[in-house]
């Protein structure tokens, strides 16, 4: 007999564990299906920076949520999760990006955030490895780092104490409009509402998304406790993010509690295979190392790429899809998954047992792109 189920949740990266763990505290009968390990996909290979961005309204609006969701969490984490509220500083090259700054300053302060401006003195005190002569920036105290892989795990062990049950090695060939799941050994499960949360692969499962593959290049270097403090990124970053045409980096250093750095990051376009490209690498490192002269002089350890969906407005599909009713999405988070994950979980589980989501949920609705969008 065929299983049925509540919700069906195909993708076990950290956005489908945060939905798995919102559904099944909401009481509904839930399944979580994962061709590869938890968290092995793009949660694998990236930053875990859970920071608040303001591109737009909608994405102030579903980072700051769920940037409040994550510090409600951070007690319940175990200690491979990582969790360190380092904050991040927005650094500032000249005056015209001071301006950026102080922008970026009135509208992180009229939403009630920490934030507070650096002059070039501060700057140079708060991160003394920064070379002299940057303007100075912003920082922003409540933004946290995370080891992503674990908090997935995390989430789906919080499902499983709330009844979901978690598949890993299912690979799902295709979502019915009728709810049925089928696997690649020829089996299927029924959901009353199945959840495409695969990623840059959700566009294979339902045909026609307006998802883009953007793929991303990271260093890990070797210990060097207190090198930084800080996640610090450029305010170039900003300029690079809204690249959709061509190739792109920007500085992006993160300091981990193993004392370790990641140093990103780079944007491509449609690129194919997750293997390093060193040209692009070593435009990124020689990026960063104008910010940070004597980075270059430190071991790096490893260098992976990975990969992200994107869609066209930078926001994610969150809720039903034009495919059918019982086709959900939480996908195309780009390169803010780990920080909308706790929001994205949250907002669908609310909508799916018809309760108001905290913030308006119309900006993340597939149904945007219903007649060609934008």
């Known amino acids: 007999m065929t299983e049925t189920y509540d919700v069906v949740i195909v993708g076990g990266g950290i956005v489908g564990a945060a939905c798995g763990a919102a559904c099944a505290r909401g009481g509904l009968k839930v399944l979580v299906l994962e061709r590869g390990l938890i968290g092995g996909g793009a949660t694998a290979t990236c930053m875990g920076h859970v920071v608040v961005m303001d591109d737009s309204e909608a994405q102030f ?3 700051t949520y769920s940037s409040r969701l994550w510090r409600e969490l951070a007690d319940e984490l175990p200690a491979g999760a990582e969790y360190d509220p380092c904050g991040t500083i927005w650094v500032a090259a000249d005056d015209e990006e001071m301006e950026a700054v102080e922008q970026k300053h009135r509208s992180y302060n009229r939403a009630g955030l920490d934030a507070r401006i650096l002059g070039a003195a501060e700057l140079a005190h708060a991160e003394p490895s920064l070379r002299s002569g940057l303007a100075g920036g912003l920082l922003v105290t409540e933004d946290i780092v995370v080891y992503p892989p674990v908090v997935a795990q995390c989430l789906l062990d919080r499902a499983k104490a709330h009844g979901a049950e978690i598949r890993t090695g299912a690979e799902v060939r295709g979502i019915g409009a009728d709810g049925r799941v089928t696997l690649a050994d020829g089996t299927a499960v029924l959901a009353n509402w199945a959840v495409n949360a695969a990623g840059c692969f959700s566009p294979s499962l339902t045909p026609g998304l307006p998802i883009r593959n953007r793929k991303g290049h990271l260093v890990v270097t070797d210990r060097y406790p207190g090198y930084i403090r800080h996640q610090l990124i450029e305010l170039g970053y900003l300029k690079s993010a809204h690249a959709v045409q061509s190739d792109s980096v920007a500085m992006n250093i993160q300091p981990r509690k193993t004392g370790q750095m990641l140093i990103g990051s780079s944007r491509q376009f449609d690129a194919e295979g997750s293997e390093a490209e060193m040209p692009i690498v070593d435009r990124m490192i020689r990026r960063a190392t104008r910010y940070i002269p004597d980075l270059g002089r430190l071991s790096a350890i490893r260098i992976w790429a990975g990969h992200r ?6 926001l994610p599909l969150i809720g039903p899809s034009t495919a059918g009713d019982r086709i959900w999405l939480a996908t195309g988070h780009e390169g803010l998954g780990i920080t909308t ?11 799916l047992l018809g309760r108001t989501p905290e913030i308006p949920a119309a900006p993340y609705s597939p149904l945007r792109f219903a007649s060609g969008g934008q």
Do not use: E, H, N, V
Request: hydrophobic fraction near 40%; proline fraction near 5%.
């Open 341 to 351: 994950s706790l929001g994205t979980g949250r907002m669908l589980a609310d909508l």
């Open 309 to 314: 969906g994107a869609t066209p407005d930078k």
């Open 61 to 63: 609006a579903l980072t």
